[in-house]
T-cell receptor
Framework: NAGVTQTPKFQVLKTGQSMTLQCAQD?????MSWYRQDPGMGLRLIHY???????DQGEVPNGYNVSRSTTEDFPLRLLSAAPSQTSVYFC??????????????FGPGTRLTVT | AQKITQTQPGMFVQEKEAVTLDCTYD???????LFWYKQPSSGEMIFLIY??????QNATEGRYSLNFQKARKSANLVISASQLGDSAMYFC??????????FGAGTTVTVRA
């Protein structure tokens, strides 16, 4: 199993550009999510999905879009990049069942810089 | 709403000694899970240990143990026999009636030889 994979590993964008961060998992997990990590802070939830076709907002959703057309993939789109979106982005997945009972598996992260 | 507080921004520990990382939480849900993750300098998030709110016994995983005090809403991580490879950032997190994780700000541990 590859687990959770993310591409790209690094990305530099100019203000106003758009891009998509890719995330895929091969564990047949129902739940997937995106977090961002800023210096000196813990991870904060951007968007999440409890299954294909179902997405919802997390704590910091502004400026980001998601969709979930398959169980495996959960891309994160930056609509118009801003310097405040400079961060490290993590994708995570976990199996369904009783919420809060299973660990989340994290991808290796994407380091994004917006100039 | 859930909240995790980690009050120790940084800690130093001598190799082979034990270290305790503090974590307090706040949630109104009766059922929840507490997690600890390790983030080395390479950046990946590594799951260490889990404690369910209804678990009677404190969780242990190798050199990691969780000192769970439900009444005090405390879930401290104990790392025994510290190794140089334990130098990393450690995050406490909580998840309750949904699958969302709320993280603390983290504690940096530096192990000295």
């Amino acid at each position: 199993n590859a687990g959770v994979t993310q591409t790209p590993k690094f990305q530099v964008l100019k203000t106003g550009q758009s891009m998509t961060l890719q995330c895929a998992q091969d564990m047949n997990h129902e739940y997937m999510s995106w977090y961002r990590q800023d210096p000196g802070m813990g991870l904060r939830l951007i968007h999440y999905s409890v299954g294909a076709g179902i997405t919802d907002q997390g704590e910091v959703p502004n400026g980001y879009n998601v969709s979930r057309s398959t169980t495996e993939d959960f891309p994160l789109r930056l609509l118009s990049a801003a310097p405040s979106q400079t961060s490290v982005y993590f994708c995570a997945s976990t199996r369904g069942g009783v919420p809060g009972s299973y660990e989340q598996y994290f991808g290796p992260g994407t380091r994004l810089t917006v100039t | 709403a859930q909240k995790i507080t980690q009050t120790q921004p940084g800690m130093f520990v001598q190799e082979k000694e034990a270290v305790t990382l503090d974590c307090t939480y706040d949630t109104s849900d009766p059922s929840y899970g507490l997690f600890w993750y390790k983030q080395p300098s390479s950046g990946e998030m590594i799951f260490l240990i889990y404690q369910g709110s209804y678990d009677q016994q404190n969780a242990t995983e190798g050199r990691y143990s969780l000192n769970f005090q439900k009444a005090r809403k405390s879930a401290n991580l104990v790392i025994s026999a510290s190794q140089l490879g334990d130098s990393a950032m450690y995050f406490c997190a909580i998840s309750s009636n949904d699958y969302k994780l709320s993280f603390g700000a983290g504690t940096t541990v530096t192990v000295r030889a």
